[in-house]
């Protein structure tokens, strides 16, 4: 029977039919960091139980803790201090391997998770937090999870869940350049609406997603969640031995062959039948950003807003115009040319390598303008000391970007009464989510991919990086 690639991965992984459509799955990977973490730890210990298999799990500090130069183990968000102090204490003596403040290992799960060859196709993945399923990139099967299961994890190595339906969204053309993995996932979230993969085991696929690197592709299944999914993956293929080829944790040597030979046959069967395709042209797309409060609020740069009012539901009409109104946009307005006070590069979504290398291509030679507050925030010490041996840390402060260690930052600490930005501000944002009050109260934020980002820190307004004109060395 022709299975799809996420069947396969499935099937590998059930331990049992739980019966009205539970069942019980093995999980291959897991990963805590210091908010869900220390819940699920404290919870353990209170009820005396042990880790079964300590040497599965990994942990790192990202959250909650201080990105500024210079950081200790603080953090200004309520109750902060107090996860970590509990995840610190409590992670050690169940003898989980720990990535902590002064390992340059540390970083962003979802981020580390991959660079370190932590998470490799066909396994299964689970971490306290809703974007896990970003690591679906590799080929495996990703999702976030509460802190009482990450608990019934520790204690015994599975996951209860019911089966997810498939969905499969082909990308089809050629990315003009210009255009990036964040583009793509913003234009479908804004065709089929944020619940158009709610339910789903989603794959992506395509000649579009064939070409991205590894980094486009673990953009693309970060937004998955957005996109209402359970999980988002890519299959497998060469770009993806690639890149994990020599990690840390990945298989060496002989192990090395014999895993990649089983990757190969986890590709979808030519025949396999999916329960929903959707499809994408990029041929002809633009770079995007989000003009409201919902990544499904996301139009092509050179658009105007649409009217609240041409939305087929009275739900979305309603939730469209609330959207308008905290932005302060009426239909008709040009999002391109919006002032901006703020600008972040950073998060789960896009604070890798390659993000980092293409915003410091566009504000090489370049400032950052007056009254722009611009702060970049690697997504892993591994990658900020990557960027610094580049060099890249050097465009970024020249330009006027404060740059700062690895963590979650104003990503999400801002609706966590942490850092964020001052009341009232418009920003740009390389993260994935616009929320109202997401970076701060009455934070106006609007995503987009990195290059948009820094082009419009330069131009204290919203930009499209394609119509910067060449400068020195670039």
Not at 217 to 228: I, Q, S, W, Y
Not at 417 to 426: I, V
Request: hydrophobic share 40%; glycine share 10%.
């Amino acid at each position: 029977m022709a299975r799809t690639f996420f069947e396969k991965i499935w099937d590998d992984h059930v331990v049992a039919d739980l019966g009205d459509g539970a069942f019980l799955i093995h999980i291959d990977r897991h990963f805590l960091h210091e908010v869900s973490g220390a819940v699920s730890l404290k919870e353990i210990d209170s009820r005396q139980r042990t880790v079964r298999n300590p040497e599965l799990t990994f942990g790192t500090v990202d959250h909650v803790l201080e990105t500024v130069p210079g950081r200790g183990m603080t953090t200004r968000m309520p109750g902060g201090n107090d996860f970590l102090r509990e995840f610190t204490e409590r992670i050690g003596p169940h003898g989980i391997r720990f990535f902590g403040l002064d390992d340059p290992r540390q970083g962003i799960v979802h981020v580390i998770a991959p660079e370190l060859g932590a998470i490799l196709p066909g396994m299964t993945f689970i971490c306290g937090d809703s974007h896990t399923c970003t690591v679906g990139a590799v080929g495996a099967f990703a999702w976030g999870v509460g802190s009482s299961d990450s608990e019934h994890a520790l204690a015994t190595q599975t996951a209860i869940l019911t089966k997810p339906k498939t969905l499969r969204v082909n990308f089809t053309g050629k990315l003009a350049p210009g255009v990036h993995a964040k583009d793509m996932i913003l234009a479908l979230i804004a065709k089929y609406t944020a619940n158009g993969g709610t339910g789903y085991a989603i794959e992506f696929a395509g000649e579009a997603v064939r070409s991205l690197p590894m980094d486009g592709r673990l953009t693309l299944c970060n937004m998955a969640v957005e996109f209402g999914g359970r999980t988002g993956t890519v299959a497998p293929d060469e770009i993806t031995f690639a890149y994990l080829k020599d990690r840390e944790f990945s298989p060496k040597g002989d192990d090395w062959d014999i895993a990649v030979a089983y990757w190969r046959t986890l590709a979808s069967d030519p025949d396999a039948v999916y329960d929903m395709e959707y499809e994408l042209d990029c041929s002809t797309l633009e770079p995007q950003v989000t003009w409201g409060t919902s990544p499904e609020h996301s139009i092509a740069i050179g658009s105007v807003m649409p009217d609240p009012q041409d939305a087929a539901e009275a739900v979305a009409r309603h939730s469209r115009q609330r959207a308008a109104d905290y932005a302060e946009i009426a239909p008709g307005d040009a999002v391109k040319g919006l002032p901006i006070s703020g600008a972040f590069i950073g998060s789960c979504t896009n604070s890798r390598i390659d993000d980092l290398r293409a915003a410091a291509a566009i504000l090489k030679g370049r400032k950052v303008a007056d009254g722009v507050t611009a702060i970049c925030v690697p997504g892993s010490t591994a990658t900020k000391l990557q960027a610094e041996a580049e060099g890249l840390d050097l465009i970024f402060r020249q330009a006027g970007f404060e740059w700062r260690e690895a963590g979650c930052s104003l990503c999400m600490s801002g609706a966590t009464g942490g850092e964020s930005f001052p009341r009232d501000a418009r920003v740009i944002a390389s993260t994935n989510r616009n929320f109202e009050d997401r970076q701060g109260p009455h934070v106006r934020s609007h995503l987009a991919s990195p290059v948009t980002v820094a082009a419009s820190a330069i131009a204290g307004r919203i930009a499209d990086a394609r119509d910067l004109a060449p400068t020195e060395g670039n």
